[in-house]
């Protein structure tokens, strides 16, 4: 199997594995970091907003530099500085100036470098391939994320036993280096032409085409709609649940991001095999539906094992939603302007994660986070419906 996966992929899911590790490690210690630091539910959710707003401010910017420059060298650029922003926070914590303000400020500027990295890397995908194996190509480049999701947290649950958070930041910075060294072998991919537009009318002229295309259209608005419901319970209701229902510390915490990792995994070749026998637009609306729907039993269990199985279910539904989209948008959106396309659903997915994220804290102040799981699962769900009424989506 892996003889026959081209060199470009092999050694784009290689660097994958190695920055998503550090993507999901950074977000378990981030948080678990300021919750060691101060019990307030709505500073946590501060941060975490932080951390994501970038991709809303930026990430325009991101698919225009995608579409414009070399997309390896704007990828290496971006784990190098993830990297050694992560290698600074412990030498700032040995200086007793480490905050969860400073914190905050650490993950706003590494989400700035991710709201360049993604659009490069769903962009670059389809010059590594031939089109008849982007499907293929894709599932193996996300294999990436449940790898990461998986044994990012699992180290963190290992050495969170002697060693305190911030001073595991050092491992997670080690990790986007050596993303960095498999980005290096990447083919030297050319930059697109981009004439004589001025930034500006670049962003306009992707915003048009997206919005142009009743697919795109209407996978943009159901994809912010999902997102800005359930990303904030997932990311900051998590730590909260394990803390406040469970009772649990950050060992417990951690392993639920890996049996997340888990159904992902599980979740791939399903999702692969369904992409040959279903329609993208039916099996999108089938993953969002199932995306909201897997939380609902978190308003009433209590036990670790039972929420892990939850939170596990969960995540075999994720695949549906990331493989298919990224396979969809690569299929049908413009050449040219697929950096700035995926800047988008970048924009949908980790920007309106800000949003949720910070609404999630306050949230959490007056409702107890079980509850706010309930309800999101629901609302969430019912996006999946909604989906189903444009027959063009369905359709796609």
Known sequence: MAARVPAGVRNLLFAQIASQMGDAAFGVLLLWAVLTMTDSKSVVGGVAALNYLPVLLFGMAGGVVADRLPRRGIMVASD??????????????????????????????????????????DACIPSLVEPGELVRANAIIQISIPMGWLFGPALCSLFLRWVRPVDLFAGVGLLFLASVCFLLRLPLLPAVPSGRQTAGRAMAEGLGAAWADGRLRWLLIITAADNLLIMGPAIVGTPLFVKTVLHRGGGVYALMEALLAVGVLLGLPVTAWLNRRVGQGRLLIGGIFLDGITYLPLLWLKSPWATGLAVALHGFAIPLITVTRSSLVQRIAPAAQLG????????????????????????????????????IAVLAALCGPAAWLSREFRRA
């Open 80 to 121: 190098g500085v993830r990297g050694v922003i992560a290698l600074c926070l412990p030498l700032l914590a040995l200086w007793g100036v480490l905050s969860p303000w400073l914190l905050a400020a650490a993950g706003f500027a590494l989400f700035t470098a991710s709201a360049f990295f993604n659009p490069a890397r």
């Open 340 to 375: 700035r396309i995926f800047a988008l659903i970048n924009i949908t997915v980790i920007g309106l994660t800000a949003v949720s994220s910070g609404a999630t804290g306050l949230a959490a102040t007056a409702v107890p986070v079980n509850v706010i799981f309930g309800a």
